[in-house]
């Protein structure tokens, strides 16, 4: 969430929702300094940089239970902290029962889909109207030495080219959410750069294996190998 190459923790509660920032050997609890302990009824909570800026946003349902609605909420990060800036459209909709972020028209810019559980139902693909910041983002597949999506949990860093500042980081996520799953590139929302290197650190066999690409190309969709 902070962009320090650490994985941290977020929690969609009953209750409190949790975040909790890697400090290298454990977690700090940052719920309430990164405004995001709203008390409410969460099922999901789907993670994607919305716009493009290297930075982790964060999307989170309200759900239908003993007769109330509580609402969806577009949490967008400044690096520092949350900031709720749920569209209006999204604020009219029915609470629903699930979320998913992935890019559904192939533009470079993560769209969100919705379902629900109501009587009346809801299923909804929200398109991503980014402008010209469509295109500012990469997506990587990590696959195993035979060509198969296996590697759930690699971590995927983003290096400004030929050097060792993070632009962004994602994880191989296969079941984030509520009842489902998935098998999509890693997203990361590369700014204003042109061409980056590609980092992906991967589980293998007792240790910690790491694969790198060099030179991808903004808007390019790229699958990683690794052995």
Known sequence: MNN???MDLFAANYGKNGLFLSNGKGFDDRSAAWGIDIDARYDTCAFADADNDGLVDLYVNGTFTGGVQYPDHLFMN????YEDRTPENVKALAA???ASWADADGDGAMDLALTGSQADGMHAIL??????AAQRSIGIRVLDGRGRPTRAGAEVRV???GSHRLI???LVDSGSGYNMQNDL??????GMAVRVDVEVTWP??????VTRVTGVQAGERRAVLTR
């Open 204 to 209: 293998g066999l007792g240790k910690r294996a």
């Open 159 to 161: 290096y400004a080219e």
């Open 96 to 98: 629903d029962h699930g």
């Open 78 to 81: 400044t690096g520092k902290a």
């Open 168 to 170: 962004g980081s994602g």
């Open 4 to 6: 320090d190459g650490r």
């Open 127 to 132: 398109r991503n109207v980014l402008p010209s």
């Open 185 to 190: 590139p890693v997203h990361i929302g590369i």
